[in-house]
């Protein structure tokens, strides 16, 4: 057959393209960071955290320390709504009342991430601010934004987590005597682990990537440490600094480097990731 | 005893041991709540403000415009990247799952592409910057950010179309195969027409991704928008416009403003989503 060789040619070609494009963009990063570890090494960026590129100190410290506590506090505080948004929708609601609570679930899913950092400026910022006395925005307000951003997505794929338990497991423990409770906590999660770990590492990797809503409420400035104080994230660091580094000045190559640093440790959330899959 | 009282649903404990439920129940409650306190603020304080002047005029520095414009350019980018991106995905897509010459290496290429997946969008908004805004010289402009929105929705689509392409078994192909059908014939004359509605409805997930993005497009199409349209003219995009009116812009009724961007933002995303969810139910029942 003619056009099948044909077709076949034509989209290895196009995997050709993506890969070539998507391998340009990892080398750009790669080469702007080397560029830039040449210059600084390649740890002494990671523990200073003195930043100011205008005197040549690129200290990273406090921005990552920002990532992971924004990121760590997001999913911990998402964890518990999210299992009980799940264990409704998989084990409580019955029938088309499932699939209902799925779609209503999906929008949120593909709410633009601009209109959580709307809610997190209207209803978060001033709320803390009022029982705090802070200015309202930091590391906590970006923590509450970024969990209730994520929750949609964490409760759909630990849904579908549970979902997968069969049904013979459950029958057969509510058959031995078992109460419902005693099923979901012995039976239910312990053989949706798996999946409801993979579920959690792709919220922390959404979490970790989120820009616009944290940016919008972190507030900017660092050096305090402290929830209530404004920080910054890799992510919001990044975005900030992209029109005062542009190419041609001494500090571009940092910028390359945060990049580098993202996707690095995306890299190992997604191993993680496939490993929990096997 | 009568006989319907052996089924095994009299023998599940009903009311007993389903404290957790409960408990659970209400925290699951209380999450919805917390989601539908983003979207209901949201219409309160925006449908007032919400006009025909507002969908069509342009915006003023000082209010009282619209955000005309804005929708329009949203619609242009996202559309034409969308035209862009989304034939390039599907091939990639059949070329993973239904010529895969190489298995092996499946593995690793999917490995690679989740990690692209997961890349936050800034770090493309970096790239483009850097290379076609600063070395090849593309203007702040609409072109721009229709690379940049290509870019960020390529991966995404193959992911969706890939998922797509696997729900078919294998079996199928197999018995296609034996009838004589070459791979192509068998692509476009079994695969295809089947999941033509998941790909549908999934695309509708992509464009409304690409209609909130805003990362990667306040450097690459600009935060403000011209009086004609052009490819070459900045292009700013309404959820850009909701971020830059509520972060940096100077409007003093900038609250009222930003609700309002954010309602059409919200109403938009929800039109993809159900004009691609019935459109896809649509196809699906003519097929049969």
Same mark, same amino acid.
């Given at each position: 057959m003619k056009i099948d060789k044909v077709m076949d040619q034509v989209t290895h070609m196009v995997l050709a393209l993506f890969i070539v494009v998507w391998g340009f963009i990892a080398v750009i990063i790669v080469w702007g960071s080397w560029r830039f570890t040449r210059q600084h090494g390649?740890?002494?960026?990671?523990?200073?955290?003195?930043?100011?590129?205008?005197?040549?100190?690129?200290?990273?410290?406090?921005?990552?320390?920002?990532?992971?506590?924004?990121?760590?506090?997001?999913?911990?505080?998402?964890?518990?709504?999210?299992?009980?948004?799940?264990?409704?929708?998989?084990?409580?609601?019955?029938?088309?009342?499932?699939?209902y609570f799925v779609?209503?679930?999906?929008?949120?899913?593909?709410?633009?991430?601009?209109?959580?950092?709307?809610?997190?400026?209207?209803?978060?910022?001033?709320?803390?601010?009022?029982?705090?006395?802070?200015?309202?925005?930091?590391?906590?307000?970006?923590?509450?934004?970024?969990?209730?951003?994520?929750?949609?997505?964490?409760?759909?794929?630990?849904?579908?987590?549970?979902?997968?338990?069969?049904?013979?497991?459950?029958?057969?423990?509510?058959?031995?005597?078992?109460?419902?409770?005693?099923?979901?906590?012995?039976?239910?999660?312990?053989?949706?682990?798996?999946?409801?770990?993979?579920?959690?590492?792709?919220?922390?990797?959404?979490?970790?990537?989120?820009?616009?809503?944290?940016?919008?409420?972190?507030?900017?400035?660092?050096?305090?440490?402290?929830?209530?104080?404004?920080?910054?994230?890799l992510t919001t660091q990044l975005l900030t600094d992209l029109p005062l580094l542009p190419p041609g000045t001494a500090g571009h190559f940092v910028l390359d480097y945060m990049a580098f640093l993202l996707m690095l440790l995306m890299t190992v959330i997604v191993g993680l990731e496939m490993r929990m899959g096997e | 005893?009568?006989?319907?009282?052996?089924?095994?649903?009299?023998?599940?404990?009903?009311?007993?041991?389903?404290?957790?439920?409960?408990?659970?129940?209400?925290?699951?409650?209380?999450?919805?709540?917390?989601?539908?306190?983003?979207?209901?603020?949201?219409?309160?304080?925006?449908l007032p403000r919400l006009s025909m002047e507002f969908l069509f005029k342009s915006p003023q520095e000082l209010g009282r415009g619209g955000i005309g414009p804005e929708i329009f350019n949203t619609l242009v980018m996202v559309g034409l990247s969308q035209g862009i991106s989304l034939p390039l995905a599907i091939m990639v897509a059949i070329y993973r799952v239904e010529y895969a010459h190489a298995p092996h290496l499946a593995q690793w290429f999917d490995r690679a592409l989740h990690v692209v997946l997961s890349l936050p969008t800034v770090v493309i908004g970096l790239i483009v910057v850097d290379y076609a805004v600063i070395r090849w010289h593309w203007p702040v402009s609409v072109e721009t950010g229709i690379l940049a929105f290509s870019l960020i929705n390529w991966p995404y689509a193959l992911s969706l179309a890939i998922e797509a392409f696997q729900h078919i078994p294998d079996e199928w192909r197999e018995a296609s195969r034996a009838l004589g059908a070459s791979r192509w014939q068998?692509?476009?004359?079994?695969?295809?027409?089947?999941?033509?509605?998941?790909?549908?409805? %999934?695309?509708?997930? #992509?464009?409304?991704?690409?209609? !909130?993005?805003? @990362?990667? %497009?306040?450097?690459? #199409?600009?935060?403000?928008?011209? !009086?004609?349209? @052009?490819?070459?003219?900045p292009g700013e995009t309404v959820a850009v416009h909701l971020w830059y009116i509520r972060t940096e812009g100077l409007m003093p009724n900038a609250d009222q403003e930003a609700a309002a961007t954010g309602l059409v933002l919200l109403l938009l995303v929800i039109a993809v989503l159900w004009v691609s969810q019935k459109f896809a139910e649509w196809v699906k029942n003519a097929n049969l």
């Open positions: 390649f740890l002494s960026p990671i523990l200073s955290s003195r930043w100011n590129p205008l005197t040549g100190h690129f200290g990273l410290a406090s921005f990552i320390l920002g990532s992971l506590t924004v990121t760590v506090l997001a999913v911990v505080i998402v964890s518990p709504w999210s299992l009980g948004l799940s264990v409704l929708g998989a084990r409580i609601l019955q029938g088309s009342w499932q699939r779609r209503f679930l999906t929008v949120f899913v593909s709410l633009p991430s601009v209109l959580y950092g709307w809610w997190g400026l209207t209803v978060i910022v001033p709320g803390i601010r009022r029982l705090t006395g802070s200015s309202g925005y930091g590391v906590l307000s970006a923590s509450l934004v970024v969990a209730l951003m994520i929750l949609p997505t964490f409760s759909i794929l630990s849904l579908k987590a549970i979902r997968q338990v069969p049904e013979s497991y459950v029958e057969g423990s509510v058959g031995l005597g078992a109460s419902e409770d005693q099923t979901l906590w012995h039976i239910i999660l312990p053989t949706a682990r798996p999946r409801l770990a993979q579920a959690a590492l792709i919220a922390i990797a959404r979490a970790l990537g989120e820009t616009i809503a944290v940016q919008m409420v972190i507030g900017g400035q660092f050096g305090r440490p402290g929830l209530l104080h404004p920080a910054a994230t | 005893m009568s006989q319907g009282d052996l089924s095994p649903k009299t023998l599940k404990p009903v009311s007993q041991g389903r404290l957790a439920h409960h408990v659970l129940a209400v925290i699951g409650m209380g999450a919805i709540l917390a989601l539908l306190s983003v979207v209901i603020p949201l219409a309160i304080e925006g068998t692509i476009t004359r079994l695969i295809l027409p089947v999941i033509w509605p998941d790909i549908i409805e %999934l695309t509708g997930l #992509a464009t409304a991704r690409l209609m !909130g993005e805003t @990362a990667a %497009l306040i450097y690459t #199409a600009g935060i403000n928008v011209s !009086g004609r349209f @052009a490819f070459s003219a």
